[in-house]
């Protein structure tokens, strides 16, 4: 069964970094993109990144220049490196993967099968 697994939130100051993790067991292909969205509760869910096994990403240009996602295959484990966080960026923020999904244009509009738990971003003063 394959099941992904958030860690690494929590609150910080405007300003401050973050790194979250996904750790992914059970799956079988060997090549997969990975991605990471957020919602905040009432608004719909944001696409924030994609990477796939070769290491091409995709990020929503809310996060451009500031997030930088990175994986570890060795280890099946997925990075987001969050820097100069804003309020704005708080929210609950999910891995989710889907064997057929492509990290291209689109990735983030497009059915994912297989979600983690969810881990809270906050950023406040």
């Known amino acids: 069964q394959l099941q992904l697994v958030e860690s690494g939130g929590g609150l910080v100051h405007p300003g401050e970094s973050l790194r979250l993790s996904c750790a992914v067991s059970?799956?079988?292909?060997?090549?997969?993109?990975i991605s990471w969205f957020r919602q905040v509760p009432g608004k719909e869910r944001e696409g924030v990144s994609c990477?796939?096994?070769?290491?091409?990403?995709y990020y929503s240009d809310s996060v451009q220049d500031r997030f930088i996602t990175s994986r570890d295959n060795a280890k099946n484990m997925v990075y987001l490196q969050m820097n100069s966080l804003k309020p704005e960026d708080t929210a609950v923020y999910y891995c989710?993967?889907?064997?057929?999904?492509?990290?291209?244009?689109?990735?983030?509009?497009?059915?994912?099968?297989?979600w983690g738990q969810g881990t809270q971003v906050t950023v406040s003063e």
């Open positions: 990477i796939n096994t070769i290491g091409g990403q």
């Open positions: 989710a993967v889907d064997p057929l999904v492509l990290c291209q244009e689109g990735w983030d509009r497009v059915p994912y099968n297989y």
């Open positions: 059970g799956i079988t292909e060997e090549y997969y993109t």
